[in-house]
């Protein structure tokens, strides 16, 4: 039996059910440890310890750190090693591999896998949820079925007569009644684990040259060919980690049928002739030694040639994840972008069964959501985006241009005077544009491109932010404006927790839309206005952030409790401006 638990990597995810931690949960862990002689075992506190068939050890329980700060403190407070991708140098969060389980979801898996071997079952599954040693975290959601999620709800809550429900009515319930992820969710995740598992053999690990293997799917046994295969490999990924292997004969032309629940590698059988593939009890996981080999998940099974991205290729690391935004299917697009560094942390695309943005931000680290500021971009089907272009402002981070017919050009990014804008990547839009993100380990978005597309100048170029008539903002900040003619409606976005105004959303006659600092859709309280003749401010000073009001009326003739407010007929142009500490809003003709 293990004595000492050595140095054990916190995942960010569980093991288990594979939601991502949140700061302070209840959590146990384990490593592979090579002297061990069933090559496993979980550790926690010394208070109670229990042993399994195969003297696997269990004690207790931690709480999950929240930082650098809370994870110094547990090694402290434990006299123990822990590491962490997100607070740890490379080097030292990579030495081992380890499973991080929630508690409750750990006891869950042993009730439910009690043949003797499940602890040793739910190492093997956790450890290789990670496709391979040191892969990053992957943004991939896991698969729900809904009629199970609405049947263990019906007999957690005594509802017998949900389950006589049409399908369409549960999906709807399932949609609107549960948070995701949900605790219903967690629990079903475990019981699906811990029943694959438990359906397999616990047979001896073998380890296959990815180039001899024809065929693999979960679950499974590979199809192994000594001859050669054909010359394309395709790796499909989800929640849990590998889940096939296939082959094809050439490479699959450029289809834009994105997938939020699995992602694909697809390169020729050269590129990844170094990978061995670890097959155990119906799971697989890859094997990447030495090799240098890129491996860069598409969340599209037909990913174009890298050569066909040259913006993006020289900013990407050796493995990083794309994501896919198809511009027609969307109804606008939040980004969430340092206050401080001007960095892209994430990426929201809004549609009708999407349209708030608050369950991307929850994604987001702790430490991102600190820093994030929510930019709204609105894409209203009565408005058609013409041009799409990227700015690099400096080495570290860059701006989104964005030109509709209607509303006009919107520059997206942290804007500063000193900024040394260099030239633009522009792409005329006809009937569609595909963008792709490179994302990097901890989720911010290191470089955007098009796809299928050929690039263009866009005539008028993009206005140049140091050539603007700005309002009097410090630098750096972020910067909107837009007309206040012909506006039949406006929402005002207030924080519910400060009253202060955050952003606006304008509509226009003709159909077209303009946002304005921080539209935090499903976030902030929202206003509608129709048809204003006038548009009514109050600012507050204060030391930090003045306290903005907003509102507007539908009478010229009007009056206002407090002498604050400034009335403004709707003409003229309204800018906003904000930082990581103020903001400010005014009206010039």
Known sequence: MATSPGHIHLQRWCGACGDVFSCGEAFVSGNEVLHHPFGDFFTNPPSTVLHDADSIQVVGSYEYPCNSVDLDILNKSTNRFFTHRCFCPPLSASKCRSATVHADCFNLFRRSCADGIGLR??????????????APTFKVSPEVDVLEMIRLAARACDLPKLMSMPPEIKCMIWQDAFDQPSQIARYQSVLSLAADSCDQDFDQQSSVSIRNVASWERGGRPVVEKEDASPFIRITIDNRGVKCIERLKQRPAFLHQRSDTELYIVETQETLADIMVQFQSGLACLNLGESEVELRPWDIPAPPPMESLPL?????????????????????????????????????????????????????????????????VPFPSD?????????????????????????????????????????????????QLSLVCSVSVLGS???????????????PPFP??????????????????APLEHVIFIRVFTDVDIGTCRGLLLEYENGSQRSLGECRIGLDLERTYRNPVCI??????????????????????????SDDWKCHRMRGTLKFWFTYQQSGIEVTC
């Open 121 to 134: 079952r739910l190492v093997l599954a956790a450890i290789w949820r990670n496709p391979w040693r040191d």
């Open 383 to 431: 408005d058609r985006l013409t041009f799409f272009g990227v700015r690099w402002v400096d080495p570290n981070y860059w701006h989104l241009l964005l030109r509709f017919k209607k509303a006009g050009d919107y520059i997206v990014g942290l804007h500063s005077r000193k900024d040394l804008e260099l030239e633009d990547s522009t792409w005329p839009v006809e009937n």
């Open 312 to 376: 993006i290729v020289p900013s990407i690391p050796r493995t990083t994840q794309f994501s896919t935004i198809d511009l027609a299917r969307i109804t606008g697009i939040t980004f969430f972008i340092s206050r401080k560094t001007g960095t892209v942390l994430g990426i929201h695309t809004h549609k009708k069964s999407a349209p708030s943005a608050d369950a991307a931000f929850d994604r987001l680290s702790a430490q991102y959501q600190r820093q994030a500021s929510w930019i709204y």
């Open 464 to 481: 140049r932010i140091n050539r603007l008539k700005l309002p009097p903002a410090p630098s750096p900040a972020f910067l909107s404006s």
């Open 445 to 459: 978005i290191r470089a955007i491109s098009a796809l299928q597309q050929q690039s263009g100048i866009a005539e």
């Open 536 to 561: 009514c401010i109050a600012q507050e000073p204060d030391d930090r952030r003045p306290d903005i009001k907003v509102r507007a009326d539908c009478k010229p003739e009007h009056k206002h409790k």
